[in-house]
């Protein structure tokens, strides 16, 4: 490094403010593993915490919850501003999760990679467009871009853009009991819309 003070981690420290390292971001994970003590210790002077998934290969920066006792001119900044969820994301996000859940439950091994053909058929039942298949491609794909710019629930894979690795972290976010609530709800929404179909036939 040009500076005398500036530490050898210093390139995650910044990987991490811009988001998600995984394991095969290389040199940022191996550097993340060496100094993770050092790099604890860093952020938690900030206020940050780093959630580092070393078996998953997979880390990132969470901030806490401030206390509701300190007073507002103490509380720090958000790192990144909140954003409520749309229906259509939330959606999406669960879908994702649970073909991962699926996918770890199988004898699959590897990445679970899904093509942009799976992922309309996955949201097909929740986001129906009629007959107009102009408009539910341009949802998906706006979902998509969305998720990839936003969450690093999705990866694009190198050279190829019609197929998408789901990510680890998302199992971080939307934990088991999250997931059951959630598919819940999906479930009910998705046959309150085939009641109304049937008694619009």
Known sequence: MSSQNTPPYAPVLIKLLQGVVYSDDSPYWDQLQSYITPID??????????????SQGFAYLEQPDPDPDDPPSERLPRLTVRRRLSFKATVFYVL????LRQFDASDDTGRLVLSMEELRDLLQPYLPEGNN???FHQEVSALVKK????TGFLKKLSGDDSNYE???IIKAKIDADMLTRLKQKLEDYADSLIDEADRNE
């Open 133 to 135: 298949e102009v408009k």
């Open 41 to 54: 210790e860093y952020f938690g002077k900030l206020g940050l915490r780093v959630q580092n998934y070393e």
């Open 147 to 150: 998720t990839l710019r936003e």
């Open 96 to 99: 994702l999760r649970e073909q």
């Open 166 to 168: 789901v990510c680890p």
